[in-house]
Nanobody, 123 residues
Framework: QVQLVESGGGLVQAGDSLRLSCAAS????????RGWFRQGPGKEREFVAA???????TYADSVKGRFTISRDNVENTVYLQMNSLKPEDTAVYYC?????????????????WGQGTQVTVSS
């Protein structure tokens, strides 16, 4: 059974940094795309960043230049480095995996989801 487990969330101040991790078990995602999404209070789940099997990346405009997605295929883990955090980044962050190599920005494209980790940014 595939499991994705996020870690690294927390409460930080505006301008701080956090690094989220998402470890996969049950299958290898070495060639498959991985993504990060987030859901703020009262909002829809939205795309944040994605990385393809060949490690090409794509970002939402709201995080471009501040967030970096990366992957370690040996550890079967994907990371989200978040710098210059803003209060509007407050959300539950979910990692996702899909049975395909191309990164996607749509949540319907992903087959596997983690349980989420809370990120709260105070002003």
């Amino acid at each position: 059974q595939v499991q994705l487990v996020e870690s690294g969330g927390g409460l930080v101040q505006a301008g701080d940094s956090l690094r989220l991790s998402c470890a996969a078990s049950g299958r290898t995602f070495n060639n498959y795309a991985r993504g990060w999404f987030r859901q703020g209070p009262g909002k829809e789940r939205e795309f944040v960043a994605a990385i393809s099997g060949s490690k090409s990346t794509t970002y939402a405009d709201s995080v471009k230049g501040r967030f970096t997605i990366s992957r370690d295929n040996v550890e079967n883990t994907v990371y989200l480095q978040m710098n210059s955090l803003k209060p509007e980044d407050t959300a539950v962050y979910y990692c996702a995996g899909r049975r395909g190599t191309v990164a996607s920005t749509t949540k319907e494209s992903y087959d596997y989801w983690g349980q989420g980790t809370q990120v709260t940014v105070s002003s």
